[in-house]
């Protein structure tokens, strides 16, 4: 794969202009005109430069995603991109005009959806790297992490997509292409290009085609690699066009990564060892650890409500409490353990107060003011000290590196219930006091 080198064209312009001489005919005067010269002719380029930048845009992107253009999707007018149009309608069986006329625009259009749809294409953020991509959600639906990055790939490990960190002493681009294009041995190379801030590599890996993109920038990189088997170059090969457009790997309103260790909170829900918190706390964990009790397995999630299933092993004495069924409206008492370095290293049991607002951008009831950090996976009550829900926190984005705050909704508690029924978990039936069924949850990433 080659990136491409898009080239602006200027549009030429051609001033016409007539002198008038002027005649005496029966004492009146009449102007003469003179041959006027032939206008210019309209190019393709010319019509694709009239066009809204965001038009040509939204134009290499369907082209890219037919495969008939293979650039960066950026809004340049370019020779490449004349061809692509020339190439689609001669697919179409057309007339090559390079310019789309209506009912091809519309045909191009549909079929770069059905692409993007098969693909199950969206735009995420990365939370261990703070980077933005394009990924084709149906094609690596399977998710990992390793404490140095995150990796996506398909079932049979044809496809795999891979983004990760780096941050040496002396760390140049020439340094990470090099070591790129040695490790793993056996890489083959189409094409290479390193700039000052950024290189891109492509060949063949065995089997497999690649495609490494990086970014270094204040001494810290993002290296996006995209492997996939050549009997998929039909299918991957719009998609790596796609994703390498769409790679923002120093987002400004992007969040900060994650930390190396983050904390959350959780609450005992059986006397053996379940416990339920938020997907947040335990995502992308190395290990957990509950403290006082030791390492966690996570055995169960619910994405779409944020919510984490727990289990530790031969612990004694816990002190479980019941979903009774809490009202979650009004005012709730949340009980969780803050961040140690909101209580100097300490990890006491924290209680705080929220109103429960609208509902949030998810769906779910909203709780206002926020908690402090810690506090996702807590225990919100209601008047009656009744179990209503777990707080959960999302953090917003910055513009910066500077931490977000946090935003915070309520997961009730009937939606607990079906989750740990779901997951052939059997509540306590009778409760203890909440302060004793909340235990820090730590994460650690590395």
């Known amino acids: 794969m080659r990136a491409t080198i898009a080239a602006a064209l200027m549009i030429v312009t051609t001033a016409i202009s007539a002198e008038a001489q002027r005649a005496a005919t029966n004492g009146r005067a009449v102007t003469k005109p003179q041959p006027s010269a032939r206008p210019a002719v309209q190019t393709p380029a010319d019509t694709a430069s009239a066009m809204a930048q965001t038009e040509r845009q939204a134009l290499q992107s369907d082209l890219a995603w037919t495969g008939h253009y293979n650039g960066l999707i ?12 020339r190439t689609f309608q001669r697919d179409q069986g057309g007339k090559q005009t390079g310019v789309l006329n209506p009912q091809e625009r519309s045909a191009l259009t549909a079929a770069a959806r059905k692409t993007r749809s098969n693909a199950g294409w969206k735009t995420v953020t ?34 795999r997509v891979r983004l990760t960190r780096r941050k040496d002493a002396g760390l140049t681009t020439a340094k990470l292409a090099e070591s790129e294009r040695k490790e793993p041995a056996g890489r083959k190379l189409d094409y290479s290009t390193v700039k000052p801030d950024f290189f891109v590599l492509s060949g063949t890996q065995g089997l497999k085609k690649f495609y490494v993109r990086g970014q270094l920038r204040d001494g810290e990189a993002r290296i996006l690699t995209i492997l996939y088997d050549q009997a998929t170059e039909g299918i991957m090969e719009p998609v790596a066009i796609a994703m390498s457009s769409a790679f923002d790997p120093f987002p400004a309103d992007g969040p900060p990564p994650r930390k190396t260790v ?49 289990r530790i092993y031969g612990a004694h004495g816990l002190k479980p409490i019941a979903l009774d069924g ?52 807590a ?68």
């Open 126 to 159: 990365d939370s261990a790297t703070g980077a933005r991509l394009g990924l084709p959600a149906r094609l690596v639906p399977q998710q990992s992490n390793d404490g140095d990055g995150t990796t996506w790939s398909s079932a049979t490990g044809t496809i």
């Open 326 to 377: 809490g009202a979650a409206k009004g005012s709730l008492e949340l009980v969780g353990i803050t961040d140690p370095q909101n209580q100097g290293g300490g990890s006491a049991v924290s209680r705080a107060r929220a109103s429960v607002a609208s509902a949030g951008s998810g769906g779910e009831p909203a709780l206002s003011p926020a908690p402090a950090l810690g506090f996702s996976g």
């Open 74 to 85: 950026n809004g340049e007018v370019s020779d490449r991109l004349i061809a692509a149009i």
């Open 379 to 446: 225990a919100a009550l209601d008047a009656n000290g009744k179990l209503a829900g777990l707080v959960l926190l999302k953090p917003g984005t910055v513009a910066g590196p500077s931490a977000a705050a946090a935003q915070a909704v309520l997961a009730p508690a009937e939606t607990v219930r079906a989750f740990l029924k779901a997951s052939t978990v059997t509540p306590a039936s009778e409760s203890s006091d909440a302060k004793a069924a909340v235990v820090r949850v730590i994460c650690v990433r590395k």
């Open 262 to 310: 983050e904390y959350g909170t959780g609450v005992i829900v059986s006397s053996d060892g379940a416990i339920v918190t938020g997907t947040d706390v335990t995502d992308e964990c190395k290990s957990i650890v509950v403290a006082g009790h030791g390492n966690a397995d996570k055995i169960a999630s619910d994405k779409d409500h944020g919510l984490a299933l727990l």
